[in-house]
């Protein structure tokens, strides 16, 4: 980008001069009728589109200057995506309702630009929470603006089914529907018990809907008008409730369609019938007929694999085709339909657990549990999309994954080696899973601005990208969001410390709360901060422990999520008779938030010299305890990362520095604090529901980077 000085205005005289026969020069008419009331189809050419002869097909060239527009590129993508640039130069207003304001001008400069990645997306679950026509139309537009090209829509899961399949009325005239639950997901993440589909309106309030296929259509066309391929996901073999609730015959033997029968049920497809196939293949059939995009998901994920293993019909099919265990059956059924796929001349897509037992000759990985499915699928030659929770995850809450963390997202991690392997990488994608998320106005909280910082980090090479400028940039365009009534996220407060152990000169300093667009409003008795709180003005004297609460306020009330800085009364000491690392305790049971360890027994107590799970209980359900000395090495401020899943908490001299609690996949959230040289009591509590567990906790300090805690730093 140059800028050359000066500026351009539109004006109602002006039109347009489409050399290169592209359909972007409408949406640039239609954008300023609807904004400004004048169309640019005025007799002075202004504004010029050509067809240029060297390029990618998304890549463009801007020239604005001496009362000219010039927008050239090989592409109708291209072209758009110019255009939607020119959208941006342009002041906020453009957004609004129609105005007489005369201001539609735009810096005179120059731009050649085009993306760094081919999949630029976002993925919407409509299975647990669904949206309709209007707002799907709104969402496509906005990844519009901000350049996204692939809308990854979820239209089946456990939630309700919400495409109509004509060979298969009661897919949507049951298995679209479930109780109502008063706007919150029934069961939670975590299991399938409350959960029942309505067979009859009588059993009670429905909840769902469902696309028709006209509608679909309709999406399909508007989506690609706006040059976003849609990839419909429908899930299988497992996630699929509403189907096998519909088609109870698509179960294993002795499974029943839904619990509330009071025997043992099932949200997988049975492997070892035919008919599951027939079903599934005329599905598709339907579904590839509303659907041109090359990349078809399927899911794949999450598959409990229990009643294969009792069922008579996938023991057989075991046997037929020589598999050693259901996680090959898995690998067998996602093959079968890759085949499938593939002799249409179609591309399945698959959650990384496609992996397992042999990956499918033509699958493409989407990695969801990490990058690691990621790279070992490249390593394997295949194509990738890189998704993980630990960035990606737009209905994590924003203290887990903030905007900042989407933008220190690089989709082409280490570990990928060659060039080769990084080339296998087709881009990124946010997910907004709605188990949570009941409304609208909720959905574009989460999205908002955290898309933002994905767009631009799938856009632009990483050397280019920098926070600072990025969220200088952002600030002012929340006005843009607010014109186009997006709901959105303040940013955090960036507070420099989550806990503070007090002396004669503490305070708590946030640098650049004034250069926010919102008042940031605190709290020192743990209250929450409202609009009537106190302002921040400047740095607080702390005199007293407490709990110190900041939060941006938005004019209607709106806070953001609010940070916190626990504050103790606390000095290094030397511990007598210490001994090598943290004492373990481990406890048996099930909890969705950490218990309370004092109201317990521990199974077991032993020592390790490292942060982990090494000495777990045997059990997918469990707690446990970390206790003992943490020496800091030098005087300074100390960063801590504290990963895990489930839920885990960091409390170092009696303050909590990191609060991760609550069922979550693997993911790290960040604290820091001041720390003179010395001995600090330390607590790592941590509980896992479910499986899948893991404990880490990485620091850094003066003189040293970001690496786990050793056991040298460790004792009891």
Known sequence: MELTGGSFTFLPSMGIDDQGDFTADNHL?????????????????????KRADTGGEESYRLSVGKGRIVVEATEDAGAFYAVQTIRQLLPDLIEGQRT?????????????????????????????HFFGVEYTKNLIDWLALHKLNSFHWHLVDDGGWRVEIDKYPKLTEIGAWREDTDGVWPGGNWNFGNIRMLVDEKQGKRYGGFYTKDQIREIVQYSADRHITIVPEIEMPGHCMPALISYPELLCEGVEPHPDTGGSYSNVFCAGKDLTFEFLENVMTEVLELFPSKFIHIGADEVWKGHWEKCSDCAKRMDDEGLADTHELQSWFVRKMDKWLADRDRRLVGWDEILEGGLAE??????WRGVSGGVAAAKQGRDVVMSPTSHCYFDYAYNNISTEKV??????????????????????????????IPTEERAEYMTFPRLIALAEVLWTREERRSWPDFQQRLLPYFSRLDRLGINYHPVNPDLPETALLMNKSS????????????????????????????????????????????AFVMKDGTVSDIRTVEVVSYRPRTPKNVKPGLKV????????MLPDFNSLTPEYTVVTDRIGVAFKPQSDNYAMLLKGWLYAPSDGFYRFRLGSDDGSRLTIGGAMVIDHDGPHGHNEKAGAMRLKKGFYPI???????????????RWSGPG?????????????
């Open 683 to 697: 607590e790592v509590q941590m509980f896992e529901i479910g499986g899948g567990d893991s404990l880490s906790l």
């Open 100 to 128: 007489r304001t005369r201001g539609w001008t735009v810096p005179n400069v120059k731009i050649a630009d085009e993306p760094q990645f081919g999949w630029r997306g976002l993925m919407m679950d409509e299975s647990r």
């Open 362 to 367: 033509g699958a493409t990985v989407m990695s």
């Open 585 to 592: 305790s481990a406890y048996t049971g099930s909890w969705e």
């Open 507 to 550: 305070v708590i300093d946030i640098a650049g709360a004034a250069d926010m667009p919102w008042p940031l409003h605190w709290t020192s008795n743990g209250a929450d901060p409202t609009k009537n709180s106190r302002r921040y003005t400047g740095p607080i004297r702390v005199t007293r422990p407490g709990l110190y609460k900041f």
């Open 407 to 436: 933008y220190a997202f690089n989709p082409v991690v280490d570990d990928l080696e060659t060039d080769e392997e990084k080339a296998r990488v087709l881009g990124g994608q946010a997910n907004v899973w709605t188990e949570w």
């Open 704 to 716: 040293f980077q970001m690496k786990p805690v050793n056991p040298e730093y460790l004792w009891h």
């Open 29 to 49: 008419r239609s954008m300023f009728n609807s904004a400004a009331g004048f169309s640019l189809s005025g007799s002075d050419k202004a504004i010029v589109f």
